[in-house]
């Protein structure tokens, strides 16, 4: 019986504090989402993707801006220096983006390494 009442005390539970969080996710934005000793901030990964592209637009003929990545990205802390590097097409991605790489992780129960997809944008062409 301890069993059921747990089972459906759950879903009660979890609507009442996704309604708590309600004020939070309206205060939320990629610029305060910063690292924590357990997860790596999105403001992080896009500025890595932000350095990854003003070097290939110093380079090259095209020129990109970098869009915010998925605010639904949650990672944990990466415990060497981010990689970044155009996403393969053969990812299947329809839309340019690069690919922000942690190879290693801090320990924790979910993953040893991810990556990360931010989406581009061509810059308009100015005559």
Request: aromatic residues 6%.
């Amino acid at each position: 019986m301890a069993a059921d009442s747990a089972s459906l005390l759950r879903p009660i539970l979890f609507a009442a504090s996704l309604s708590a969080c309600v004020p939070c996710l309206a205060a939320w934005s990629i610029e305060t989402d910063r690292s924590t000793p357990e997860k790596h901030g999105l403001f992080e990964i896009r500025e890595q993707a932000r350095r990854f592209i003003a070097q290939e637009n110093a380079r090259g003929q095209e020129q990109w801006d970098v869009l915010e990545p998925n605010a639904k990205v949650l990672v944990p802390r990466c415990a060497v220096p981010l990689r970044a590097e155009w996403t393969p097409k053969s990812l299947g991605r329809s839309k340019p983006s690069v690919t922000v790489i942690c190879a290693d992780a801090v320990p924790n129960t979910v993953m040893r390494h991810w990556d990360v997809f931010v989406p581009v944008q061509q810059k308009p062409r100015h005559s």
